[in-house]
Structures are given as structure tokens and as C-alpha cells.
């Protein structure tokens, strides 16, 4: 165990919490009109036509082919990316692939998948997707239209999740039934609110997810995103009940497929607890596990390790047909 014991920070991002003080962490009451809220959302993202456009990075490989990718996601809001296709084999299986609030600039090429098409989208407003007047400063982007539920970015984020399935699935129609998500932080969130509604993804991989338990989510001490919230919140306590309808732990309690959940013990952007929250929150059954990393959004002694072994587990999720 190589948990930090030294960091710059002014408070404690284990939260003085030990494994089975995290372990017994439970979601937050859910506000009324959850599913209601996200089920429209859904079926609006489901008529979306998306018009992908594919066109051949100059980015060679021996293993893919790669493509830069854009497509329309709801509010005809133009999402740019990637798309991965094996060189050789059949594509059996589809993965959209979401980003942390460090965003994306380019592809990851060694995921451990084969006969896979990879989707690596950047979520509207960051990096590739990035578009006036909306901002690139997480600090800033994570509070753009907090003020509107139905027109929140984060919202908007999640339907660019689910218009990524239909893009796979367009493109290439054997993934239908056979669409995974991996995601990290913002993106480890997001695809906790995205799984639950969208009936095509067959299973998910979340890392430190945030947006897990938003009561205790606003009360922790915390930096990044997650902490302009919680600055804007002093003077918008209304945001609290907003928030009760993004809560990546109320959304986790509906998930029903298989999911590999990464989550940290010290963690100072994506509070522990409320990681656990989302972790906990999976129904318990066979198929999902929890993977116990010491760190997350931190570097620690035996981090290449923890990440490895984290590695040959995703390789075993997304390779099964």
C-alpha cells in the first residue's frame, strides 16, 4: 500500500477515512423526478441524426487505423474526435471512450481491446469540441448554464455519450447490443449518468468518477472543478437542488450491466467518498468489481503497477464478445 503521506495541499484527501469507513458510504436520497428527467433526455438524444465525418490522421500505427471524427450531438452542437479501427479481424465490438477535465489530445493506442471500434470522443465545449462562448477553464466550463437544468453542460455531455453509441452503431452495425464506455473522473461521472438510460451499452469502466453524492460532493474540501462549485454554491445555495438531478451516485444505483469501478483513497480533485458513493452504489452482483487504487489525481510510489494490473482487467471486460 503506497497511499501519500506527503502533498501540498491544506487538507487531508483521504478525509481521514479508512477502506471500510469508504466501503460504507451510501448514495444520497434522490430527488424526485430522476429517471423522469434523464429518460427525456434520452429519447431526445435517440433521434439525433448524427452525421459522422471520418477523415485519415496522418497518425499511422500497425495496429489501427486511425481517424479524426466529428459528429452532431444534441443542440446541434458538433463534437470532434477520434475513431479507431482495427487494421486486422472483424469489428465486433464498439467503446466510446471519454476524458478527464484535462481533456483530450489525442487517441489512446494501446488499449488492451481487439475486433474493436474505439470512439474517442471530447466532450462539448473541451479540447477538439471546444466552442464560443463556452469555456475551456474546467473551473469555468463545469459551471456553464448551472443556473438551467435542462440546458446544463453537463447534461449536454452525457447526450454527447449517447449520440457516440449511435455513431458506432451506425458505422458499423454488428456493434449493436455490443457498445462499451470507459471513462476517468469527469468522464468516470458522466458515464455514470450515461449507462443506466442508454439500453445499447453492455458494460462500462469508471475511473475516480466524479459527481458522486452531491450533498457531501459541495461540503468536502477539495480543489479543481469541483471546488468552483462549491464557490459558486456560497452564493447560489439554489444549485444544491439542481446538482440533485446530476448525481452520479443516484445514477449508479440504476445500472444493470457489467462495471469495473476504479476508485482512490487519496484523492484531493474527486473526494474519496464521494467516489465510493458511485462505487457503492452498483447493484451487488457477480459482475461488477471494484478496483482499490491508492491515489487518483496524484502520482505515488507503486502507481505504474496498480495501473497495470487495472489494465489486464479492462482488457478482460471489453474483450469478452
Given at each position: 500500500?503506497?497511499?501519500?503521506?506527503?502533498?501540498p495541499?491544506d487538507?487531508?484527501?483521504?478525509?481521514?477515512?479508512?477502506?471500510?469507513?469508504?466501503?460504507?458510504?451510501?448514495p444520497?436520497?434522490?430527488?424526485?423526478?430522476?429517471?423522469?428527467?434523464?429518460?427525456?433526455?434520452?429519447?431526445?438524444?435517440?433521434?439525433?441524426?448524427?452525421?459522422?465525418?471520418?477523415?485519415?490522421?496522418?497518425?499511422?500505427?500497425?495496429?489501427w487505423?486511425i481517424?479524426?471524427?466529428?459528429?452532431?450531438?444534441?443542440?446541434?452542437?458538433?463534437?470532434?474526435?477520434?475513431?479507431?479501427?482495427?487494421h486486422?479481424?472483424?469489428?465486433?465490438?464498439?467503446?466510446?471512450?471519454?476524458?478527464?477535465?484535462?481533456?483530450?489530445?489525442?487517441?489512446?493506442?494501446?488499449?488492451?481491446?481487439?475486433?474493436t471500434a474505439?470512439?474517442?470522443?471530447?466532450?462539448?465545449?473541451?479540447?477538439?469540441?471546444?466552442?464560443?462562448?463556452?469555456?475551456?477553464?474546467?473551473?469555468?466550463?463545469?459551471?456553464?448554464?448551472?443556473?438551467?437544468?435542462?440546458?446544463?453542460?453537463?447534461?449536454?455531455?452525457?447526450?454527447?455519450?449517447?449520440?457516440?453509441?449511435?455513431?458506432?452503431?451506425?458505422?458499423?452495425?454488428?456493434?449493436?447490443?455490443?457498445?462499451?464506455?470507459?471513462?476517468?473522473?469527469?468522464?468516470?461521472?458522466?458515464g455514470?449518468?450515461?449507462?443506466?438510460?442508454?439500453?445499447?451499452?453492455?458494460?462500462?469502466?469508471?475511473?475516480?468518477?466524479?459527481?458522486?453524492?452531491r450533498?457531501?460532493?459541495?461540503?468536502?474540501?477539495?480543489?479543481?472543478?469541483?471546488?468552483?462549485?462549491?464557490?459558486?454554491?456560497?452564493?447560489?445555495?439554489?444549485?444544491?437542488?439542481?446538482l440533485?438531478l446530476?448525481?452520479?451516485?443516484?445514477?449508479?444505483?440504476r445500472?444493470t450491466?457489467?462495471?469495473?469501478?476504479?476508485?482512490?483513497?487519496?484523492?484531493?480533485?474527486?473526494?474519496?467518498?464521494?467516489?465510493?458513493s458511485?462505487a457503492?452504489?452498483?447493484?451487488?452482483?457477480?459482475?461488477?468489481?471494484?478496483?482499490?487504487?491508492?491515489?487518483?489525481?496524484?502520482?505515488?510510489?507503486g502507481?505504474?503497477?496498480q495501473?497495470?494490473?487495472?489494465?489486464?482487467?479492462?482488457?478482460?471486460?471489453?474483450?469478452?464478445?
Open positions: 500500500m503506497s497511499i501519500p503521506k506527503r502533498h495541499y487538507f487531508d484527501p483521504t478525509y481521514g477515512l479508512g477502506l471500510a469507513d469508504l466501503r460504507a458510504i451510501r444520497p436520497r434522490e430527488v424526485e423526478g430522476f429517471d423522469a428527467f434523464w429518460q427525456a433526455r434520452y429519447n431526445r438524444a435517440l433521434a439525433i441524426e448524427p452525421s459522422p465525418s471520418l477523415t485519415r490522421s496522418p497518425t499511422q500505427h500497425p495496429k487505423l481517424h479524426d471524427l466529428s459528429y452532431t450531438s444534441t443542440d446541434g452542437f458538433r463534437i470532434g474526435g477520434w475513431l479507431l479501427v482495427p486486422h479481424g472483424n469489428v465486433r465490438r464498439g467503446l466510446v471512450v471519454g476524458h478527464g477535465y484535462g481533456g483530450r489530445d489525442r487517441p489512446d493506442l494501446d488499449l488492451p481491446v481487439d475486433d474505439i470512439l474517442f470522443l471530447c466532450f462539448r465545449g473541451l479540447s477538439r469540441s471546444s466552442r464560443a462562448p463556452i469555456s475551456t477553464d474546467p473551473d469555468w466550463h463545469v459551471l456553464h448554464d448551472i443556473d438551467k437544468p435542462d440546458r446544463y453542460i453537463i447534461g449536454g455531455c452525457v447526450e454527447d455519450v449517447w449520440v457516440a453509441v449511435t455513431v458506432l452503431n451506425t458505422l458499423f452495425p454488428g456493434t449493436k447490443g455490443h457498445v462499451g464506455y470507459s471513462g476517468i473522473s469527469l468522464g468516470g461521472g458522466i455514470a449518468l450515461a449507462i443506466p438510460y442508454d439500453d445499447r451499452i453492455d458494460r462500462g469502466h469508471l475511473v475516480v468518477p466524479t459527481f458522486g453524492n450533498p457531501l460532493w459541495l461540503t468536502l474540501p477539495t480543489v479543481g472543478s469541483a471546488r468552483a462549485v462549491q464557490v459558486y454554491g456560497h452564493s447560489h445555495p439554489e444549485v444544491q437542488e439542481t440533485r446530476f448525481d452520479a451516485a443516484t445514477a449508479a444505483t445500472i450491466v457489467p462495471i469495473l469501478c476504479a476508485v482512490a483513497r487519496f484523492d484531493p480533485a474527486v473526494a474519496p467518498p464521494c467516489q465510493f458511485v457503492n452504489a452498483l447493484p451487488i452482483e457477480d459482475c461488477n468489481e471494484i478496483f482499490i487504487l491508492d491515489a487518483g489525481h496524484f502520482d505515488y510510489p502507481q505504474a503497477a495501473v497495470s494490473a487495472l489494465m489486464a482487467k479492462v482488457g478482460n471486460l471489453f474483450g469478452t464478445p
